[in-house]
């Protein structure tokens, strides 16, 4: 059993009676009875309560008293709601006392209910189920002044099949902030205790439970002291949607042996769809739509669009929520006569006083008169108070007599079952109308878009950990001036505004940013309260900022020497390296994607070898990016994007790729038969010296067949070769080839053509000759072996004194050619040189040599002798020396002759 304390502004307007009933209750989950209790009563205040129940002084006359364009801003806006089982929270004393030093006892103090232990923040919204683990700050808020104590104790409960508690970090919590020693007394998670300590476990803890106690030894907390008890990490069923609530089922702050008034502020954790927006929760989380309606807001603006007689169109419009949900706004239609449409109590009846009814059928009555002070002068006010459901419920609004606007309201309600209870509130108040005129103002808005953050970090110190917030502030009822933005956050979060002077003009808006960094803050759920101020007039937004640690990825490219450069119809390589950036280690798959631009067709590919990179034993960290072109890439610069990709983590890279023109090779001659002399000169090629700083490599081959090598000296070349044996009558391709680093093959036809037809001469002449002989001469023409005409034929002779005769030659047959000549009588001693060329179309040339001697008869060398042999033998003698010399021989006969029997 333990008391429950009402806040100070909720007991004020709880009747004693009912006070003293609830003093002590015991509490569970609340039955869905209560809900629908809840719903009934608020049902009857608007339908069923008889006229009788307050006295009627007249017949009112029910009509509208607001006009079109009326506009009533509502501020100060406050609601709470708590509906869950409590259990007492007792103190292990004995465990306290066995702690060495033992723990001081200190006088009791009392106090009221002025502290606060909370969830922060108080829903986590995640409709997309992205979110596989959430964060909590279990915070002790001050409210505004806490006393000294010495030890706190918190049980949360909460869903195990969707949440489950994954770590808990007390490690800069309050007691940390002072300077004694600290005693963990109970530290359990899902009914397992911290490091393996089953002794930080109590019977109570199990699944769906985190325990926490802890104390601080030989000494107490400053007075006021507030700030986070632990962060909670819960691992989240992401696989189908669901709502937990996060309660605090047991928190005491003691004071040596005294236990510290505080109230508690629950939590809850939400996946649930309805069709775009969150699902609420289910019973008994819900509280009633009179306070619903009013949870997180912060001011509240009504329009007037319409006015009919006793009927009224307008416009709620909720302006700004702590929770992290857009503005909204929905129409508001009904008669002032009959209470019919869903005007509720905003809009009544002008004139009324106090007895008369609301409406002109059963309602209730207006309790009194009064005259009050709104919007900075005495007003009219009329008031209506209603307790109902033996004081559960209490109501209270008052409206201005001369238009029947809603002014103020504030709704308590508390409910008892005996195991349960559910209490609540909420409370706003007209600032600013322009009902009456002549104390019309100008003001301003301030919205913050978003007003829940997430701040991703990598490390415990990331410099890049950071959010952005939009401030927007909107002129109304013609404002102008100088809004100065202040930003006060929590926990150690940097804030820095990109301007904090903002000049807003009338009937305008204007804007700043607000970036907030995380690089100093641990992980956890803060809050940043966003103050504009103009004069006397100030405004402010608040901001839920979580800091997740989130294991990240970078992606390092490696690029060979060169390998940013590519000749069209070329390719080249780049490495994709993966590599953890964060303190805990990167574990996931990434998958790389890519484009070019500009993008063209015919433009640069891209091929990643494989497309998902990843840490994992089965994975690999690297992959190979090549770059292709075709021989029809437009010259130019590209630029290559590589995206990794890893669920929300997303990194990307570029690289400067230049494809340059294609080189061109040309052969000279570009055909001919095997054997044939080939130069081959390169242009356009890449001088080593523009962007390699090695040599480069070029094959020269004939098809496949190596025929040289070279390195480049520049961006041109020559090189010679013989064409090697090939297939004569079809084109050969002659390459160049670079094939590091760049893969280039630049390529020129050379056509092999057949071996030309072998012509052949020869010639016989005979061998000797005498004067006055005449020499015949014969040639022959042979084509591959046969004789053959040739198409021309010289014969020259070459006498002994140098001169050159050319003969007649004559067609004896095919292929046989003759010549004569007439060797001279006299003067013609020596060796003649016969020279035969013979040419044939569509072959080769031929030549061919002989020759032959002139030499003097035998008479002609030997006269002299002849005639002194004569002298000595006679006449007679001498006939018989000729006839001797004939018959041994010494005159040379002709070949046409026969010798002498």
Same mark, same amino acid.
């Given at each position: ?8 502004? $909720? ?9 003293? @009933? ?14 629908? *209790? ?138 940390? =902030? ?18 393996? *300590? ?55 702050? &003691? ?21 775009? @927006? ?7 989380? @819900? ?12 001011? +509240? ?68 008169? /009064? ?6 002068? $005495? ?6 108070? !209603? ?27 508390? !409910?008892?079952?005996? +195991? ?18 002549? $104390? ?60 904090? @002077? ?151 890279? =570029?690289?400067?790729?230049?494809? !340059? ?15 044939? =002399? ?48 090939? =297939? ?16 280039? /093959? ?62 007649? &030659? ?72 000729? &006839? ?18």
């Amino acid at each position: 059993m333990s008391s429950v304390e009402f806040p100070s502004y $909720l007991r004020s307007r709880i009747p004693k009676e009912y006070i003293a @009933q609830s003093a002590v209750v015991r509490t569970s989950s609340m039955k869905f009875s209560l809900f629908l *209790q809840i719903l009934l009563v608020w049902s009857l205040l608007a339908l069923t309560v008889p006229v009788n129940t307050f006295h009627v002084f007249a017949a009112p006359s029910y009509g509208a008293g607001v006009k079109s364009g009326d506009i009533m801003i509502y501020e100060n806006v406050t609601s709470f709601w708590q509906s869950n089982s409590t259990q007492s929270p007792i103190l292990e004393q004995g465990l306290l006392s066995s702690l060495n030093p033992p723990l001081i006892v200190l006088p009791a103090v009392s106090s009221s209910p002025n502290a606060t232990i909370s969830v922060r923040p108080n829903a986590t919204v995640d409709l997309s189920r992205s979110m596989e683990q959430i964060t909590v700050e279990l915070a002790l808020n001050n409210t505004p002044d806490v006393p000294p104590f010495n030890s706190v104790s918190v049980v949360l409960s909460y869903d195990p099949h969707v949440l489950t508690a994954s770590s808990l970090d007390y490690s800069t919590n309050v007691f940390t =902030q002072t300077s004694y020693p600290q005693a963990v007394i109970r530290n359990c998670l899902d009914g397992q205790g911290a490091g393996g *300590q089953s002794n930080l476990c109590q019977p109570d803890d199990g699944l769906g439970i985190t325990s926490f106690g802890e104390s601080i030894l030989g000494g107490v907390t400053p007075d006021g002291t507030q700030g986070s008890i632990f962060f909670l990490t819960f691992n989240v069923n992401t696989t189908v949607p669901s709502f937990s609530q996060i309660l605090i089922k047991q928190a005491i702050l &003691a004071y040596g042996s005294t236990s510290i008034p505080i109230t508690t502020l629950n939590g809850s954790y939400s996946s649930l769809n309805c069709g775009g @927006q969150v699902c609420p929760p289910p019973p008994p989380a @819900q509280p009633p739509p009179f306070i619903a309606e009013f949870l997180h807001v912060q001011s +509240i603006r009504l329009l007037v669009e319409s006015v009919s007689s006793g009927n009224i169109i307008s416009a709620l419009e909720l302006l700004t929520f702590n929770n992290g949900t857009v503005p909204r706004a929905f129409s508001l239609s009904g008669n002032v006569a009959n209470g019919s449409g869903n005007l509720a109590f905003w809009i009544l009846s002008s004139g009324l006083n106090t007895g008369d009814p609301i409406y002109n059928v059963p309602s209730p009555t207006i309790n009194r008169t /009064d005259t009050e002070s709104f919007a900075g002068a $005495l007003r009219q006010v009329i008031h209506l108070n !209603l307790i109902q459901a033996r004081g559960n419920i209490q109501l209270n609004w008052a409206w201005d007599q001369a238009t029947g606007v809603l002014l103020s309201f504030d709704s308590n309600v508390v !409910l008892n079952s005996g +195991i349960s209870n559910s209490f609540g509130y909420s409370i706003a108040a007209m600032t600013w109308t322009n009902l009456w005129p002549t $104390l019309t103002v100008g003001d301003f808005g301030m919205t913050a878009n978003p007003t829940s953050l997430i701040i991703r970090k990598t490390s415990i110190n990331d410099p890049f950990a950071l959010a952005i917030s939009t401030i927007t502030l909107t002129s109304l009822n013609g404002f102008s001036g100088t809004v100065a933005l202040a930003a006060t956050p929590t926990g150690f979060l940097g804030e820095n505004f990109s301007s904090t @002077q903002v000049n807003l003009t009338a009937n305008s808006s204007a804007y700043a940013s607000l970036i907030l960094g995380g690089a100093n803050s641990p992980p956890g759920t803060y809050f940043v309260t966003v103050t504009g101020t103009s004069g006397s007039i100030s405004h402010f937004v608040t901001l839920t900022v979580q800091v997740v640690v989130q294991p990240d990825f970078q992606l390092f490219i490696s690029i060979p020497p060169g390998g940013n450069i590519v000749f069209a119809g070329g390719s080249t390589s780049v490495g994709v390296q993966l590599f953890s950036t964060s303190t805990s280690s990167f574990n996931g798959t990434v998958t790389l994607t890519g484009q070019v631009s500009p993008f063209v067709s015919d433009g640069p590919t891209l091929s990643f070898n494989p497309t998902q990179i990843s840490f994992a034993p089965t994975g690999a960290p690297f992959s190979q990016l090549t770059i292709s072109t075709t021989a029809s890439t437009r010259p130019g610069n590209y630029t290559i994007t590589v995206m990794g990709e890893s669920g929300t983590l997303v990194h990307t890279f =570029q690289l400067e790729l230049t494809v !340059l023109p294609q080189p061109v090779l040309t052969l000279s001659p570009t055909s001919g038969p095997v054997g044939t =002399q080939v130069k081959v000169h390169g242009s356009g090629f890449l001088n080593p010296s523009q962007d390699r700083f090695f040599p480069v490599e070029l094959q020269i081959t004939f098809d496949d067949q190596l025929v040289g090598f070279f390195f480049l000296q520049g961006s041109s070349f020559n090189f010679t070769f013989d064409v090697p044996d090939a =297939q004569a009558g079809i084109a050969h391709q002659v390459h160049a080839k670079e094939l590091f680093p760049s893969s280039l /093959d630049v390529q020129a036809s050379f056509l092999v053509l057949p071996e030309p037809s072998t012509l052949t001469v020869s010639v016989n002449a005979g061998t000797i000759y005498f004067p006055g002989d005449t020499a015949t001469i014969f040639a022959t023409t042979n084509l591959n072996g046969q004789l053959t005409t040739v198409t021309s034929l010289q014969l020259i002779l070459v006498t002994p004194n140098g001169s050159n005769i050319t003969l007649n &030659a004559v067609l004896v047959t095919p292929g046989v050619y003759k010549a004569s000549y007439a060797i001279p009588s006299t003067g013609s001693i020596g060796t003649y040189g016969i020279i035969v060329r013979a040419h044939q179309t569509g072959s080769s040339d031929d030549s061919a040599l002989a020759s032959f001697e002139v030499k003097p008869t035998w008479l002609q060398a030997n006269g002299r002798n002849v005639i002194t042999a004569t002298s000595i033998v006679g006449a007679v003698g001498t006939v018989g020396v000729v &006839a001797l010399a004939w018959r041994k021989g010494y005159f040379t006969r002709r070949k046409d002759e026969f010798p002498i029997p």
